[in-house]
């Protein structure tokens, strides 16, 4: 392909342009329901207990863990599939874990402490540069634009 941008930067600017507006949603979407809380909430609690530090952790921490986890598996998933409709189905297998992960959470088998979401993230983030190292070792310009 005959262009001045490698594929290194046509890669991330790919997940830049989904990464960016993906965690401003998050974070207004936080703001709003701060600002809800607070608001219903002030003329019954003395003390506002929310955003506490799970809070926080999840969404400075987890979230763009999250986000770049699907985003860069979508990508090495968008790549190696044949059809945009096969791509779409694979798709759906990165959310399995995570819908596991609230069930067990909402039913109080797996409890969401600070202390594991603080260990958790970076783990994941680990995980996004082991996937997206391993995106940019395979990966040809053809196959990125597909």
Not at 24 to 42: C, E, I, K, N, R
Not at 99 to 121: H, K
Request: aromatic share 14%.
């Amino acid at each position: 392909m005959y262009t001045p941008v490698t594929l290194r930067q046509l890669f991330f600017s790919k997940l830049l342009a989904t990464f960016i507006p993906a965690y401003v949603v998050t974070l207004t979407s936080f703001a709003v329901f701060t600002l809800v809380v607070h608001l219903m909430g002030g003329a019954y609690l003395q003390e506002m207990p929310f955003p506490n530090l799970k809070w926080l952790v999840l969404i400075f921490l987890v979230s763009p863990s999250v986000i770049l986890f699907g985003l860069s598996a979508m990508v090495v998933i968008s790549a190696y599939a044949s059809t945009f409709q096969g791509a779409q189905q694979l798709s759906g297998f990165i959310a399995i874990p995570f819908m596991g992960l609230i069930i067990a959470q909402t039913s109080g088998v797996l409890p969401l402490e600070t202390q594991y979401l603080v260990v958790g993230a970076p783990l994941l983030l680990v995980f996004d540069y082991l996937i997206i190292s391993f995106c940019l070792r395979r990966l040809t310009y053809e196959r990125l634009l597909e």
